[in-house]
């Protein structure tokens, strides 16, 4: 039996540990494998550009495809990575732990340190999409890739999946050490799950204003309005969207608990 998982892990690390494995995790790993063929695609393309360039018919279109392609894979492959548990990680106590302890870091280390700076990476990344978009951006070379938008938005995209990849893996662990209703996943997600309302909160606040506002008034006047402000509390000081986060965060989580003592009423 071990010697037929070592024969799977070679060829198919997602294959291991798969009776474990929920929908999202299952979805995670199809996702990836399609990508993989990204991976011997490049290969072809570098080896092309290398006997190209030394025949003196360099081709600058091939250069950018590399990137392209390297940049898809290795954005996927985390999300991969993520539900094989097959990133680098130093085990050198983990691996003495009992099983409810190791169930406990892995939750710790996906919705308290991964998952919120994923959702910050997509945050980020949405306005870096946008502005190419609308530049309509290109590649720096006349030869090469052109319509390079299409990538910066693939990288945006990626980071749901990674999103949805941690969320998956979350849900998994968190099915070993209790029944994983949605009020306990938003809860012992908090962090993440604060993030994503204050993710959600922010942009409803601020797209209301954008539609409700004369058009003459500019997208940084809107940031300034005074919702985006903050509260002095002596020498801190707290923004009014953080506080309203806050309240939602509470709110929905204690709707779901509800939700499901309703469910499990009727």
Known sequence: MKEV????QLSDPGEVGRAEHNRGDRISVVISNFFAWLFPILMIAICSQVVLRSSGFNQAWLDDLQWWLYGAAVLI?????VTTNS???VDIFYDHYSTSRKNRIEIFGLVWLLLPFVLMCW????HYAISSVQAWEGSDSPNGL????????????SFIFIAFAVWSAYVRYLSKMTRPVLWKQLLYAFPSTMFGVNLVTYYAIWWYLRLTTPAEVTDREISRNGIFG?????????KYTIIITFICTIL?????????????GA
């Open 87 to 89: 990133h680098v990680r």
């Open 77 to 81: 492959g985390i999300g991969y990575a």
């Open 230 to 238: 903050h509260l002095e509390l002596g020498v801190e000081e707290i």
């Open 123 to 126: 945050d980020v990344t949405v």
């Open 252 to 264: 929905l989580i204690l709707g779901a608990r509800l939700l499901d003592r309703g469910e499990r």
């Open 146 to 157: 052109h319509n390079l938008w299409i990538l910066k938005v693939f990288m945006n995209l």
């Open 5 to 8: 998982e070592e024969i799977i």
